[in-house]
């Protein structure tokens, strides 16, 4: 599957963006999908993730009660609702796919998720 995120971009603190990540392939529908981030100088960490039908969301502890992950899989997107906007927040954001059909994880490991798109840049400003 190739994944492409967007809707990156800069926003004062408090502010709102929303991701998006388009996934081609047959088999999207049956992927648990993730984000991840990167802010500079650090390593990547999770943010997280839904199960293939959307009916599982699983939070790292520092974007819970501020980001909402969804996903819409007649349209193959994944999207990253992003409210409360703070300065530590600024990173790159990466969508993920976990290739292994139909598992039900809250796994957070990147080796879990075997597809990767781009990145997407975030700047948030205090």
């Known amino acids: 599957v190739q994944l492409q995120a967007s809707g990156g971009g800069s926003v004062q603190a408090g502010g709102s963006l929303r991701l998006s990540c388009a996934a081609s392939?047959?088999?999207?529908?049956?992927?648990?999908m993730g984000w991840f981030r990167q802010a500079p100088g650090k390593e990547r960490e999770f943010a997280a993730s839904?199960?293939?039908?959307?009916?599982?969301?699983y939070y790292a502890d520092s974007v819970k009660g501020r980001f909402t992950i969804s996903r819409d899989n007649a349209k193959n997107t994944v999207y990253l609702q992003m409210n409360s906007l703070k300065p530590e927040d600024t990173a790159v954001y990466y969508c993920?796919?976990?290739?292994?059909?139909?598992?039900?994880?809250?796994?957070?490991?990147?080796?879990?998720?075997?597809?990767w798109g781009q990145g997407t840049l975030v700047t948030v400003s205090s």
């Open positions: 392939g047959r088999f999207f529908s049956s992927y648990r």
């Open positions: 993920a796919a976990d290739t292994r059909s139909y598992v039900y994880t809250t796994g957070t490991s990147e080796r879990d998720f075997g597809s």
């Open positions: 839904i199960s293939y039908n959307g009916a599982s969301t």
